[in-house]
């Protein structure tokens, strides 16, 4: 009786441990999704943090300001020997016209110092705006428009963001509310923006010359680096025999992935510019350069798609004799295809992103015409970025924020398109 009864008892202190047990696993287990949530909530709010930050930065960058003002077509000025040649038009001092123009909006000023300060309230782009109107109808010359011109970038800060982002003058300020008051200071659609390259003025500068650089590099790169992949990943899966030499080149491949991104910068500079003396600041070596870094990116991917499809596809496309050519190219590539486009993406995603081996090559250079082609000096928009992150002036901090925000809205509309590719063409093997 006393047997039973110690046995009944061994078996309640057993199950109390028991249940002590799995009471102290479903805590541990709560606090591991507790902290894991925490661990996800952290990271969003970080990653809201940075949007927000960028977002209220850039956002003021998009809109321009610009001020009214009534412009006489003197033709003694814009074409004093009435030849109405584009020479004539082109060369003619488009700022004299612009000076007269607030020399009459404010008959007041006249002491040299005053005007001078008068002067700067209108962006030196306005010149180039008058000039595009003459050349586009020269029939305007002699007559008076009333036309919106582009602010200096002082006025755009103080008329967006208050006296605090400005470093005008009371008496400028003064001037600026006269033109408030006439209603003759307004912000529009910033077009130059994205029509214009790179500029010493805030106001003037754009991302087109970085936007079609970033093209033409990226273009390249998609041209080199996805064919090279596929292939390479196509031999190393499918053909290569299996000893010390693919081992080795696969070592190799896995290796060169981790390696920090400035080394192929450095290999672009001493083997495209130095031995092959390509140009410098050129997408053509920007492309060359980001391919050899995507290369390794793009061949894992690759083999993975590759891995991804079941052994019975082969085996079934052998057996029905089929080559093994045949099976590769006609049966295995078109189910990895959709993988192997997704692993592309992601590697050019990357390379769009890139700063460091592009400085490296001399893309970091202040370039304000649009690049026509792939050996024209150009940069990209993440060193445009860098270089306007780096420049003093305050307007050009809207600047970096506004071309940031583009870039992030590239970026992430290609990993959409990879992840559109994968869901559309990936087949599931149960």
């Given at each position: 009786?006393?047997?039973?009864?110690?046995?009944?008892?061994?078996?309640?202190?057993?199950?109390?441990?028991?249940?002590?047990?799995l009471i102290r696993r479903r805590k541990r287990n709560r606090r591991f999704r507790m902290l894991g949530l925490a661990a996800v909530?952290?990271?969003?709010?970080?990653?809201?943090?940075?949007?927000?930050?960028?977002?209220?930065?850039?956002?003021?960058?998009?809109?321009?300001?610009?001020?009214?003002?009534?412009?006489?077509?003197?033709?003694?000025?814009?074409?004093?020997?009435?030849?109405?040649?584009?020479?004539?038009?082109?060369?003619?001092?488009?700022?004299?016209?612009?000076?007269?123009?607030?020399?009459?909006?404010?008959?007041?000023?006249?002491?040299?110092?005053?005007?001078?300060?008068?002067?700067?309230?209108?962006?030196?782009?306005?010149?180039?705006?008058?000039?595009?109107?003459?050349?586009?109808?020269?029939?305007?010359?002699?007559?008076?428009?009333?036309?919106?011109?582009?602010?200096?970038?002082?006025?755009?800060?103080?008329?967006?963001?208050?006296?605090?982002?400005?470093?005008?003058?009371?008496?400028?300020?003064?001037?600026?509310?006269?033109?408030?008051?006439?209603?003759?200071?307004?912000?529009?659609?910033?077009?130059?923006?994205?029509?214009?390259?790179?500029?010493?003025?805030?106001?003037?500068?754009?991302?087109?010359?970085?936007?079609?650089?970033?093209?033409?590099?990226?273009?390249?790169?998609?041209?080199?680096?996805?064919?090279?992949?596929?292939?390479?990943?196509?031999?190393?899966?499918?053909?290569?025999?299996?000893?010390?030499?693919?081992?080795?080149?696969?070592?190799?491949?896995?290796?060169?992935?981790?390696?920090?991104?400035?080394?192929?910068?450095?290999?672009?500079?001493?083997?495209?510019?130095?031995?092959?003396?390509?140009?410098?600041?050129?997408?053509?070596?920007?492309?060359?350069?980001?391919?050899?870094?995507?290369?390794?990116?793009?061949?894992?991917?690759?083999?993975?798609?590759?891995?991804?499809?079941?052994?019975?596809?082969?085996?079934?496309?052998?057996?029905?004799?089929?080559?093994?050519?045949?099976?590769?190219?006609?049966?295995?590539?078109?189910?990895?295809?959709?993988?192997?486009?997704?692993?592309?993406?992601?590697?050019?995603?990357?390379?769009?992103?890139?700063?460091?081996?592009?400085?490296?090559?001399?893309?970091?250079?202040?370039?304000?015409?649009?690049?026509?082609?792939?050996?024209?000096?150009?940069?990209?928009?993440?060193?445009?970025?860098?270089?306007?992150?780096?420049?003093?002036?305050?307007?050009?901090?809207?600047?970096t924020s506004a071309a940031i925000m583009v870039l992030l809205v590239f970026l992430v509309l290609m990993n959409l398109f990879a992840i559109w590719l994968r869901r559309k063409f990936e087949r599931r093997w149960d």
């Amino acid at each position: 009786m006393s047997d039973l009864i110690k046995a009944t008892v061994k078996r309640g202190q057993v199950r109390e441990a028991i249940e002590q047990s799995l009471i102290r696993r479903r805590k541990r287990n709560r606090r591991f999704r507790m902290l894991g949530l925490a661990a996800v909530m952290l990271g969003m709010l970080f990653l809201g943090m940075m949007f927000f930050s960028i977002i209220s930065k850039g956002y003021s960058a998009f809109v321009l300001t610009e001020i009214q003002l009534e412009i006489y077509f003197d033709a003694e000025i814009v074409d004093p020997e009435g030849a109405r040649s584009r020479e004539a038009l082109t060369a003619a001092a488009y700022g004299k016209l612009v000076k007269n123009a607030l020399r009459k909006a404010f008959p007041q000023v006249r002491k040299r110092k005053e005007k001078r300060k008068l002067y700067r309230l209108v962006s030196t782009g306005a010149e180039q705006q008058l000039r595009e109107l003459v050349q586009k109808d020269p029939g305007i010359i002699g007559t008076r428009q009333k036309l919106w011109l582009t602010a200096d970038d002082d006025v755009d800060q103080y008329y967006k963001h208050g006296e605090n982002q400005s470093r005008l003058k009371a008496q400028q300020l003064a001037w600026l509310a006269q033109l408030r008051a006439r209603d003759a200071l307004r912000t529009s659609f910033n077009t130059n923006f994205f029509s214009a390259g790179d500029s010493r003025e805030p106001e003037l500068a754009g991302i087109r010359g970085a936007v079609v650089g970033s093209f033409f590099v990226i273009l390249i790169t998609l041209g080199l680096s996805l064919p090279l992949g596929v292939a390479a990943a196509i031999y190393l899966e499918e053909f290569a025999p299996r000893n010390r030499w693919t081992d080795f080149v696969e070592i190799n491949i896995n290796n060169l992935a981790a390696v920090p991104s400035i080394v192929f910068g450095l290999l672009g500079l001493a083997v495209y510019i130095n031995f092959f003396e390509l140009p410098r600041s050129a997408p053509l070596v920007g492309g060359l350069v980001l391919t050899l870094m995507t290369l390794p990116t793009i061949i894992i991917a690759s083999r993975a798609a590759l891995k991804s499809v079941p052994p019975s596809i082969r085996e079934a496309a052998l057996g029905m004799g089929a080559s093994k050519m045949q099976m590769v190219f006609h049966h295995v590539l078109p189910l990895a295809m959709p993988g192997m486009l997704t692993g592309a993406i992601i590697g050019l995603a990357q390379a769009l992103g890139e700063t460091a081996p592009l400085l490296m090559i001399g893309m970091v250079a202040f370039i304000v015409d649009v690049p026509a082609g792939i050996t024209d000096p150009a940069t990209v928009l993440p060193v445009q970025i860098y270089l306007w992150a780096d420049s003093p002036e305050r307007a050009f901090t809207e600047k970096t924020s506004a071309a940031i925000m583009v870039l992030l809205v590239f970026l992430v509309l290609m990993n959409l398109f990879a992840i559109w590719l994968r869901r559309k063409f990936e087949r599931r093997w149960d």
